[in-house]
């Protein structure tokens, strides 16, 4: 790995720093200001700002998304031809390390993300001309439909049932952790379509033009802190024509895991770890609440999380400099995937520790430290651990991929 930026890459980290200080909406300026208590939407912030009741937030999101249509970059990794920049993969991660120092809302969510680069790979024709284009438009917002109540980490066990009849499948049964459906207009789902067919087989991959198609029903899952990302999602002969089928029929799994794999990169979680534990330490220095002097053992927890950080780091570059050497990460962005999240567990738990009993005031309260950002980002964090595979998952991966193991 080669820590250093070479002079094109200097070059275009300063064009997009400039790009961002330039075009960034004054809305997402104040908010790149303030004290983060940890309510924002994260990844979804654009969502619920483009269906927003307050004119301010919509018109933010226009503006954001409008200024980064100019260049490609809502989808820097796509191909120019369909909409994207082209970037090479340091680009890619230079531009999303830059995104996250300014706190810059990424659009087009798991759309841009997860469902166009698999169309990309998987998609006809058609379906790229029909899909990709509203995507970057941000006409069209995409969730993911692919836990359910009984298969979650263990995903090949699904049983959301696709029968084909005519031109259309006609699917019944339930998702769960959708995240973002309530602000959605559509959901790309994994079904099954062979009940016969070995757990890992007989399943596709069905993209569902509109969420308020009917026998959809989308009920909200609030979460440990009070906030509404998730849902539980449920399909009653929903039909949906076979011509929204990616991929071949019964082959779904293997398309789902070509999005997986871009789920699994990236950077932002160690540049927003590393502003946290800035303002933590800053504000632990001054605020007379703070164990910070009284505790050795605080200030040994606070360099570990600075550590952990750079370790976080190490990982996301590693795994840039293997696409840019043209290898596929996998156990790779595994370990990354899981120390990450991990790390952003403790680095709250520390903060909590950091203030004492003040850290059980909830945001709101006027005394509560950093406006209560660790004690509602650790009731959050618990499921960052699950959510894109969890730590077990990601273990086992490591193991029998990185360390030969055998499987149990």
Do not use: C
Not at 80 to 106: D, W
Not at 139 to 154: F, H, L, M, N, T
Not at 222 to 248: M, S, Y
């Amino acid at each position: 790995m080669d820590w250093n930026d070479n002079p094109e890459q200097a070059d275009f980290r300063q064009q997009v720093a400039t790009f961002i200080g330039e075009r960034l909406p004054p809305e997402y300026r104040r908010r790149a200001a303030a004290v983060d208590d940890g309510a924002g939407e994260g990844l979804f912030a654009w969502y619920a700002d483009r269906i927003s009741d307050k004119q301010e937030d919509r018109d933010a999101a226009k503006q954001w998304a409008d200024a980064l249509a100019e260049r490609g970059w809502i989808a820097p990794h796509w191909p120019k031809e369909y909409g994207g920049a082209s970037l090479t993969t340091m680009e890619q991660f230079i531009f999303g390390e830059e995104m996250a120092k300014a706190r810059a809302p990424m659009v087009g969510g798991s759309g841009v993300m997860l469902l166009g680069p698999t169309v990309l790979v998987h998609g006809t024709e058609a379906q790229k001309a029909k899909y990709l284009g509203r995507i970057l438009s941000g006409e069209v917002a995409w969730a993911q439909g692919y836990s359910e109540p009984g298969a979650g980490s263990d995903l090949g066990s699904l049983q959301t049932r696709a029968v084909r009849d005519g031109d259309e499948y006609v699917v019944n049964g339930q998702k769960i952790w959708t995240s973002a459906a309530h602000m959605s207009d559509a959901l790309f789902a994994l079904v099954r379509t062979d009940p016969d067919a070995p757990k890992h087989r007989g399943i596709s991959f069905l993209m569902i033009d509109d969420i308020h198609t009917p026998g959809i029903s989308v009920r909200p899952l609030i979460d440990a802190a009070w906030g509404h990302v998730v849902n539980e999602t449920f399909f009653q002969d929903v039909r949906v024509p076979v011509a929204n089928l990616l991929g071949e029929e019964n082959r779904g799994w293997y398309v789902g895991m070509t999005l997986l794999d871009f789920e699994r990169s990236g950077i932002s979680g160690a540049v927003e770890q590393t502003r946290a534990l800035n303002e933590l330490v800053e504000t632990a220095r001054t605020d007379a609440r703070s164990q910070l002097k009284r505790s050795p053992q605080l200030r040994a927890r606070l360099a570990d999380r600075a550590l952990d950080i750079e370790v976080s780091y190490a990982f996301s570059m590693r795994i840039a400099s293997m696409q840019a050497a043209g290898l596929v990460p996998n156990y790779e962005a595994s370990m990354g995937k899981m120390f990450g999240s991990e790390a952003g567990q403790e680095l709250h738990r520390v903060g909590i520790r950091t203030f004492g009993l003040y850290a059980n005031l909830w945001p709101g309260d006027a005394l509560a430290p950093l406006a209560g950002k660790h004690t509602r980002g650790y009731v959050r964090s618990i499921p960052s651990t699950i959510a894109g595979g969890s730590s077990e998952v990601q273990r086992n991966i490591i193991a029998t991929r990185g360390l030969g193991l055998p499987r149990g």
